[in-house]
Every structure is written in structure tokens, then in C-alpha cells.
């Protein structure tokens, strides 16, 4: 069964300086990976998304992930963070029979002024 | 398009109670599911559909009741409530499978 890892419960970034968030995950397939952003009393919202290919994928709001394979990683990056980037962020990671995501537990983002 | 919308957004329920948690999508989107989301745990699938007609369980099923009779709903059916099951529920959906899923806001279910 596949499982996700995200070590960092929180992480406190200044503002305008870079992020990356950690996310490690188990699954004997190819993974289908994604990032997803919570904002404080909503939903999840899709940052980004690996299938197959290019293993540097782009998101929406300025962010990025790598995909490495032999590391079992995709961690999410941003060159600059802003203080809207304030959030709840979770890695998942999707079975081959595309009818489950498997969520880590998330990793809350504080910006400082 | 509304998009995922959920009601109601707060429920306060005494414990052996039920309810139903509603779930609607206006996207024509076949893949609907439940989480819910508990503090350091993340989101747990509950129930998910493939399409009318069709649900199947997730990763924590147990006192959770669901069917799909239509596209756009997906109602989760809470039978005898427990305070075990307070907690934040999501409802989500998507266009074939389970991936690129589109989430409501939300239902804070709290059980006394």
C-alpha cells in the first residue's frame, strides 16, 4: 500500500526568502504524485501534479517540485515566499487504479514579516 | 459553476444521533469521495464513486453510510453518531479518477 511521509509539521519562512517542503513517500509503482494547498477554513486546492516525464514539474502561484525516484521524494519548492503563501500544504500520492489519493499529514507554512 | 458545494457548513450532533453531510458537483465529474481530516493526521479517504450507482470504501469506513443515485450528489449518512467522529469532512470530486480532485470548503461536525 502506498504511504506518504511529510517530516516537517511546521516550517517558518521570512518572507521573500525560499521554501521547500519535504515529502517522502512508499509505493512499489510508478507514483502519480501531487501538491496540494489548504488556506486557513477552506479546501484543498491543486498546486501541481507528476505522472510521467519531466521529473521538474510547474505549479500554479510560483511553485515547483522534483520528482526523484531514487530518493522516493517531491518535495515542493518556491524561490520566494510571499505572505500570502501562509498555508497548510500536503503531499498525495495516487494508486495505479486512479480511484485513491493517499494524503501525508501535512506541513503548516509560517510567514514572518 | 459553483464547483464542489457542501452543507451544511457546521453541526453540532449529540452522540447516537444521525445525519446526513450533503454534496453536490455541477462539473458532470464522474469520481466523487469523503475525507475527513483530523489535526496531525491528515486526510482519510472514507467513501469514494466512480459514477452513479457505484461507491466503494476507503481507508475508514466504519459508521459511515454513502450511495450515489445521481452525478451531481454524493451524501455521506452518519447512522448512530460518536464523538469519534468529530472532525473536519471534505467532499471532493473529479473528472474520472482520483486525481486533479476539486474540494468543497467543508463541514465541521462536532459530536457531544
Known amino acids: 500500500a502506498q504511504s506518504v511521509t511529510q517530516p516537517d509539521i511546521h516550517i517558518t519562512v521570512s518572507e521573500g526568502a525560499s521554501l521547500e517542503l519535504r515529502c517522502n513517500y512508499s509505493?512499489?509503482?510508478?507514483?502519480?504524485l501531487f501538491w496540494y494547498v489548504q488556506s486557513p477554513g477552506q479546501g484543498l486546492q491543486l498546486l501541481l501534479k507528476?505522472?510521467?516525464?519531466?521529473?521538474l514539474v510547474q505549479g500554479i502561484k510560483g511553485f515547483e517540485a522534483e520528482f526523484k525516484r531514487s530518493q522516493s521524494s517531491f518535495n515542493l519548492r518556491k524561490p520566494s515566499v510571499h505572505w500570502s503563501d501562509a498555508a497548510e500544504y500536503f503531499c498525495?500520492?495516487?494508486?495505479?487504479?486512479?480511484?485513491?489519493?493517499?494524503f501525508g499529514t501535512g506541513t503548516r507554512l509560517l510567514v514572518s514579516p | 459553476n459553483a464547483g464542489v458545494t457542501q452543507t451544511p457548513k457546521f453541526q453540532v450532533l449529540k452522540t447516537g444521533q444521525s445525519m446526513t453531510l450533503q454534496c453536490a458537483q455541477d462539473?458532470?465529474?464522474?469520481?466523487m469521495s469523503w475525507y475527513r481530516q483530523d489535526p496531525g493526521m491528515g486526510l482519510r479517504l472514507i467513501h469514494y464513486?466512480?459514477?452513479?450507482?457505484?461507491?466503494d470504501q476507503g481507508e475508514v469506513p466504519n459508521g459511515y453510510n454513502v450511495s450515489r443515485s445521481t452525478t451531481e450528489d454524493f451524501p455521506l449518512r452518519l447512522l448512530s453518531a460518536a464523538p469519534s467522529q468529530t472532525s473536519v469532512y471534505f467532499c471532493?470530486?473529479?473528472?474520472?479518477?482520483?486525481?486533479?480532485?476539486?474540494f468543497g470548503p467543508g463541514t465541521r461536525l462536532t459530536v457531544t
Open positions: 507528476y505522472f510521467s516525464g519531466d521529473t
Open positions: 464513486s466512480v459514477g452513479a450507482g457505484i461507491t
Open positions: 509505493y512499489g509503482a510508478t507514483p502519480y
Open positions: 498525495a500520492v495516487g494508486n495505479t487504479g486512479f480511484q485513491k489519493l493517499v
Open positions: 471532493a470530486s473529479s473528472g474520472m479518477t482520483a486525481y486533479e480532485q476539486y
Open positions: 462539473m458532470n465529474h464522474e469520481y
